[in-house]
DNA sequence: CGAGTTTAGGAACGGTCAGTCAAGAACGAT
DNA sequence: ATCGTTCTTGACTGACCGTTCCTAAACTCG
């Protein structure tokens, strides 16, 4: 019962992946989110509580596949993991998935440092 | 001739290194430089101009050395690089560094991203 | 002792931040 | 049709952001 929602809450997390992949945790605002994502201020607080709530979201949606989005996840690690102890258990998690993939935390290792080359080269 | 400096500019843009390296640069605030650094806010603008001109002094202090600080580097290709070219300038001049004092990139990829777990891991 | 110059100090600026509030709209159930 | 519930909407809040202004203090030079 009650009003039907207007957006769908996985693409509202799908959107909300693109932007914290894209920028720091902090230079991505509440307005940003309502605007790109299309859902009103109150709604986002309604669904995710706060800012970090759909950040976590974002998290477990870019980690969730078999080749997460490893911007999401270089951003998450620098910034983030040092700083929140959610966002390093989320972290942990994905690196150890990466390294079972992979064969060798030192793969994981080298494909970070690729990453991370590649996203600091324009 | 006029009033003499009640601080040391080359210490403080060692406190700066240090800030800017533990935290995102967004959530370093001028405030935060201003305790950390005790030196007064007005001096700081006098100085440097603005906020990004400690940074950027910062990081031209932090990547000045034969083991150039890694979690300021970090943090800069991360999250800097990729929205101001200075930056992004400072940081291919380091990693060319790296580069050539490691014998190979992919050293410093393994490097990088060896740092980067350790960051993360707390 | 001024006059001139440079820094220190603190208050203030407009803008933006994350988060909240109250009122109304759209639904299912009775 | 009315009630309870859920979602939408836009205005609003206090705090903090980077930056600037203005006055006083500390120095050199004449």
Redesign the pocket.
């Known amino acids: ?7 769908d809450e996985n693409e509202v997390v799908r959107a909300a992946v693109a932007l914290f992949a894209g920028r720091a945790y ?1 230079s ?5 989110l309502v605007h790109h994502l299309g ?5 986002l ?2 669904v995710f509580g ?3 709530g759909l950040y976590l979201a974002a998290l477990r949606r870019g980690f969730a596949t078999s080749d997460p989005d490893l911007d999401l996840l270089l951003l998450a690690m620098v910034e983030r993991a040092p700083v929140d102890a959610e966002v390093a258990a989320l972290v942990q998690n994905v690196l150890h998935d990466l390294d079972r993939s992979l064969g060798s935390p030192g793969a994981t290792s080298t494909l970070l440092g690729d990453r991370l080359r590649a996203r600091a080269t324009p």
């Not at 019962?1 to 957006?7: D, H, I, V, Y």
């Not at 991505?28 to 940003?32: A, F, G, Q, R, T």
């Not at 859902?39 to 709604?43: A, D, E, P």
């Open positions: 019962m009650g009003r039907p929602r207007a957006f902090d991505v605002s509440v307005d940003d859902v009103h201020r109150n709604s607080y309604k706060s800012k970090r």
